[in-house]
């Protein structure tokens, strides 16, 4: 075990995948010597050569393109958009090529290995075009999966799984985490399952569900609960789609109450989809409406960022809402 930083698990994911599969690639805006805008491929090219781990031009929907070619030819291709905020040019190749291209061939063919990275999230005070959260677009997408790991123990082993996983992957990586979450990550070779939420701590009043940062959001405003007497079951999502229904369903059958939350906007966020499908299984459950603490319906605001994001003490106020309907 190395005690690391989310950004340092990431990069010994993507070693410790290139060390056993040369056919996996690592490529993306300035990921080569420079090691990428955050450091996360630092060493890599040193390492494997710029065969393996190269710049790409400023063109992340070539990027993409790229990447689906590699991967319908057999590489395992791990491409890296610099800002989640960037991902939008790449929209087309990532809806339209990677996501159908295994139904569109009748499994004939397939992209399956590969891989997209992108920091995401506010936190950083990055403003409006380095600050978004959007997962949802993509959850609205059929044949893509979208993983977000909350410490550097998920980062590692979610991003290994997500490689070798034989459906396209997208992995969003909360980037004010990546050097203020610090943990123990084991140096082997090791994954953590996809589709599979966590229940990072049990309870019996109420479950608060999140995903990457929020993690952190709704622990402390579960703390704060608690010195009232209230119960908190803590799930932690890791995979928006597929997502675990039935983790997060079985929760709330023994709690009867759910808040969800999220960095993205309250108006289709994927809180929506979640509150939407535990209302129609645990319907005759449920003791309080489903609570929704999220970003707010405005572009990501620069001095606003603190007002804008979902605090403990705005997730603190649901709960207590939720508990005192």
């Given at each position: 075990?190395?005690?690391m ?5 990431v ?6 995948a ?11 805006e ?26 790409t ?15 319908a ?28 291209f295994?139904?569109r061939s ?10 997209v990275?992108?920091?995401y ?9 380095h ?13 893509l999966?979208?993983?977000?790991p ?24 909360p980037?004010?985490l ?13 994954e953590?399952?996809?589709r599979?939420?966590?229940?990072v701590?049990e309870?019996s009043?109420?479950?608060l569900?999140?995903?990457g940062?929020?993690?952190?959001v709704?622990?402390q405003?579960?703390?704060m ?10 799930i ?8 675990d229904?039935?983790?997060v ?15 993205a906007?309250l108006?289709g ?11 129609q ?17 405005t ?14 003490l ?5 709960i ?6």
């Open positions: 075990m190395s005690r930083n989310l950004l340092q698990a990069n010994n994911a993507l070693d410790t290139m060390a056993l599969d040369e056919r996996v690639l690592c490529f993306g300035d990921v080569g010597v420079f090691g990428g805008v955050f450091r996360a491929t630092s060493h890599l090219q040193e390492k494997y050569g710029r065969e393996r781990c190269f710049n031009p400023l063109v992340e929907q070539g990027i993409v393109g790229f990447a689906n070619g590699l991967a030819q057999g590489s395992v291709p791990v491409a890296e958009i610099q800002f989640a905020d960037y991902i939008f040019p790449a929209f087309d190749q990532l809806v339209n090529e990677t996501a159908k295994r139904y009748g499994s004939l063919f397939d992209v399956g290995g590969l891989t990275r992108a920091p999230g506010g936190g950083i005070a990055g403003g409006h075009y600050s978004q959260s959007p997962e949802a677009y993509f959850a609205h997408t059929p044949g999966t979208v993983v977000v909350r410490n550097p123990h998920q980062a590692k082993g979610l991003l290994l799984a997500s490689i070798r996983s034989p459906d396209p992957v997208i992995f969003f990586e980037k004010r990546y050097r203020a979450s610090v943990g123990e990550v084991p140096d082997d070779d090791y953590l399952p996809l599979q939420a966590e229940v701590k309870g009043d109420i479950t569900l999140a995903w940062a929020q993690m952190e709704i622990e405003a579960a703390e609960a608690e010195k009232s007497g209230i119960s908190c079951e803590l932690d999502l890791r995979t928006i789609v597929p997502w229904i039935e983790t369903a079985a929760s709330v059958f023994k709690t009867g109450r759910l808040v969800v939350s999220h960095e906007p108006t966020g994927f809180a929506a989809e979640i509150a939407a499908t535990i209302q299984r645990c319907f005759l459950y449920l003791e309080s409406p489903i609570e929704r603490v999220t970003g707010l319906d572009p990501f605001p620069l001095t606003l960022e603190k007002e804008y994001m979902p605090g403990p705005k997730v603190l106020d649901a207590h809402r939720t508990m005192d309907f």
